[in-house]
Structure formats: structure tokens, C-alpha cells
T-cell receptor, first 110, second 113 residues
Framework: GQSLEQPSEVTAVEGAIVQINCTYQTSGFYGLSWYQQHDGGAPTFLSYNALDGLEETGRFSSFLSRSDSYGYLLLQELQMKDSASYFCAVGKAAGNKLTFGGGTRVLVKP | GAGVSQSPSNKVTEKGKDVELRCDPISGHTALYWYRQSLGQGLEFLIYFQGNSAPDKSGLPSDRFSAERTGGSVSTLTIQRTQQEDSAVYLC???????????FGSGTRLTVV
């Protein structure tokens, strides 16, 4: 089976940096994805790591360590609009379905 | 279409009734997925269609749940004899050449009373 662990909630102020960790246990591993979901909205794709290292996309970066079965999403220069839930997801083979973590709710305060 | 379209957006049904949820994926997307999300929870995989291959039904919680995809496009998720625990948001997603990149629809919020 597959399981992903991520913190349930994080609170931070505008302008701060937040790191959301994700650890996974899977029978196979192809890559780690991150999705953002605002309340009442659809999840939207943020970032993907197939290889070890850091991927940067504007204010958001994602990191993967395959040997540690660990990744994180880094949100920099937090803005109020970043208040949302963030999900890590693992694909265990090319073209296979994603298994999602339980999500981390990020609350940004002024 | 430009995005993934789901209908209805909201559905209230009585316990024991059957419901059908529809998903129109992005045109040309070969992969289609159904997930379920309970309030404040993560996304629970239900079923996955890829091209003409047999669907991966490993996430369907019971034999009351079924889904089909006609002509490689529109999909319908059917829940028979609905129960209160079926209440959730049902999300559909599609993808093309990058299986890690899903485009989700806005979901159908199902409430069983």
C-alpha cells in the first residue's frame, strides 16, 4: 500500500516562509506532486519532482529526497491568497494514478 | 472544452436512491480519474480510465459504486442505494501526456439525507 504524512495545519504571517513536509511510504515511486486547493475550489497543480533536488516556480519551490522518502513544499513571501490546503501526491509508476496525502491547511494572517 | 466540467455541482438525494454524476474531461485527454473528498479530508481514489485499457477500479469502496467512460470521453459515476456515508465532494480529473499533472473539475457535492 501507500501512505503519505503531512502536517494538518500551519499558520504564518504575510511575508513569511512556510515549509510543508511530506513523508511517504510506497511500494513503488515515480514522482512527488504538489497541489493547492482553496476552500470550495478544485485542486490545482503546483509542482512536481521526479529526481532529487529543488524545483523552483516563482514563490513556490518543491524539494525531493528519494533516499529519505521525503519532500517538502516551500512557500515564500506569503500572501493572503496563499491561504489554502496543500496536498502532496505520489505516483508509483509512469501513467499510474496519484495517491494523495491528507492535506496541510495553511492560514496566512496579516 | 477548456476545462473539466462536472454536473451537477450539487446533489441532494434521499438515502436508498441512485445517483449519477457526470464528468466531461478536457478534449483529447486520455486519462480520467474519479476521487472522493470528505469535508476537511484528503482525496480518496475511486477509479481510473486510461485510453482503451481496462479501468483501474481498485478504489471503489463497494459494489454500489460503478463508473463508465463512453467513447473515451464523458464519464459517469453511479452510486446505487446511496448511504449517508456517501456524502462527499466527488472530483473528476483528466490528464494527457503528464500523468502527474491533473486538471480537476469543480466537483459534485453529494449530500445524502
Amino acid at each position: 500500500g501507500q501512505s503519505l504524512e503531512q502536517p494538518s495545519e500551519v499558520t504564518a504571517v504575510e511575508g513569511a516562509i512556510v515549509q510543508i513536509n511530506c513523508t511517504y511510504q510506497t511500494s513503488g515511486f515515480y514522482g512527488l506532486s504538489w497541489y493547492q486547493q482553496h476552500d470550495g475550489g478544485a485542486p490545482t497543480f503546483l509542482s512536481y519532482n521526479a529526481l532529487d533536488g529543488l524545483e523552483e516556480t516563482g514563490r513556490f519551490s518543491s524539494f525531493l529526497s528519494r533516499s529519505d522518502s521525503y519532500g517538502y513544499l516551500l512557500l515564500q513571501e506569503l500572501q493572503m491568497k496563499d491561504s489554502a490546503s496543500y496536498f502532496c501526491a505520489v505516483g508509483k509508476a509512469a501513467g499510474n494514478k496519484l495517491t494523495f496525502g491528507g492535506g496541510t491547511r495553511v492560514l496566512v494572517k496579516p | 472544452g477548456a476545462g473539466v466540467s462536472q454536473s451537477p455541482s450539487n446533489k441532494v438525494t434521499e438515502k436508498g436512491k441512485d445517483v449519477e454524476l457526470r464528468c466531461d474531461p478536457i478534449s483529447g485527454h486520455t486519462a480520467l480519474y474519479w476521487y472522493r473528498q470528505s469535508l476537511g479530508q484528503g482525496l480518496e481514489f475511486l477509479i481510473y480510465f486510461q485510453g482503451n485499457s481496462a479501468p483501474d477500479k481498485s478504489g471503489l469502496p463497494s459494489d454500489r459504486f460503478s463508473a463508465e467512460r463512453t467513447g473515451g470521453s464523458v464519464s459517469t459515476l453511479t452510486i446505487q442505494r446511496t448511504q449517508q456515508e456517501d456524502s462527499a465532494v466527488y472530483l473528476c480529473a483528466s490528464s494527457l501526456n503528464r500523468p502527474e499533472v491533473y486538471t480537476f473539475g469543480s466537483g459534485t457535492r453529494l449530500t445524502v439525507v
